[in-house]
């Protein structure tokens, strides 16, 4: 009996041992994005020699790339697919029949080379996808070099002065509400209007009256000199494209509805806005430059990557 118990120990040893080994092998090393990362999956890639850093960096470089992949939302068109491969037996002289020879001569079946153009593809796409997502610009960052720029420049009497067209604006504005719908804001602008150019009543003594931007109605409407880029996209349209003196039709922007008037254009100076666009460009062009060489290391700048203890 007592044969008996030391041999049911000693198996039951080697059952807690053997589930430690698994529990060992099977410890969270990392998380990307929160999905763990396996001893065991590393151990796999390492093999009996490799390096354990290189090995944890290459699945977590493939999770990324099957994620980029997932994300990216690449599509394949076969038609597409088609015409690459009809280009590329042109290109070689042939015809699609002679392309179609070549390729079984050399025990590739089209299926086989479609699917490989296919693959290039939608690595392509996946690539300019996350190359473009790792592109991350701050504007501290371009403030910051955009004023280096500038000041390196008077300092070397190379400075460039940039001049663009600023607008003298003056607006009304109503604002949607329960009892204000898109028909009737309009209807009311178009009738406010309509009293401006009859001479009921003046640009500045309406805004004062109905213009729902109570700072800018206080004081006529006047919105001062600004670049039109000052201004959401549909107002700035409509100040660009409105001759001054010229009352404009009723629009609507994200803010209500308004009608405007260009009291006046002069040339401003774009000088620090020019140089802040040069350095916009520099750093994005920077990135870009980092990322293209590596477009798999990009991936990691927008990864929440954990390491654990190894």
């Known amino acids: 009996m007592k044969k008996l118990g030391l041999k049911s120990l000693f198996i039951t040893l080697l059952g807690v041992f053997a589930f430690s080994s698994i529990q060992a092998a099977e410890r969270v090393v990392a998380t990307v994005d929160g999905m763990p990362i396996l001893e065991s999956q590393v151990r796999s890639v390492m093999g009996k020699k490799g390096n354990y850093q290189t090995a944890l960096d290459k699945v977590i470089d493939d999770i990324l790339v099957q994620k980029a992949i997932k994300e990216s939302g690449v ?26 020879d070549a390729l079984d001569y050399q025990g590739i079946s089209l299926k086989a080379f479609r699917q490989q153009i296919a693959n290039q593809m939608m690595m392509s796409g ?77 640009f500045a003594d309406a805004a004062l009256k109905y213009s729902k931007d109570y700072l800018s109605g206080a004081n006529g409407g006047s919105l001062g000199y600004a670049f039109p ?12 494209t409105t001759k001054p003196g010229v009352i404009s039709a009723p629009f609507k922007s994200e ?7 260009v009291t006046g254009t002069r040339d ?43």
Not at 75 to 96: F, H, S
Not at 167 to 173: G, K, M, N, Q, S
Not at 255 to 261: A, R, S
Not at 296 to 309: G, S, W
């Open 75 to 100: 599509k394949v068109n076969p038609r597409e697919i088609d015409r690459i491969v009809e280009d590329i037996a042109a290109r070689n002289g042939l015809t699609y029949g002679q392309f179609l």
């Open 268 to 310: 401003g100076d774009r000088t620090e806005d020019a140089y802040r666009q040069k350095a916009y460009e520099k750093i994005v062009n920077s990135q870009l430059q980092d990322a293209t060489k590596d477009w798999v290391k990009a991936l990691r700048k927008t990864a929440d990557i954990q390491y654990f203890n190894q």
């Open 126 to 202: 996946v690539r300019n996808h996350a190359i473009s997502n790792s592109i991350q610009v701050t504007r501290e960052e371009v403030d910051a070099l955009g004023e280096k720029m500038l000041n390196e420049a008077k300092a070397s009497g190379t400075e460039k002065k940039v001049t663009g067209k600023e607008y003298e604006v003056r607006h009304i504005l109503l604002k949607l509400t329960p009892l204000l719908n898109d028909a009737q804001a309009k209807a009311e602008l178009n009738q406010i209007r309509a009293d401006i150019l009859s001479g009921k009543t003046t």
């Open 255 to 261: 803010f209500g509805w308004h009608i405007l008037e």
């Open 229 to 240: 880029e000052a201004y959401v996209g549909p107002f700035a349209k409509v100040v660009q």
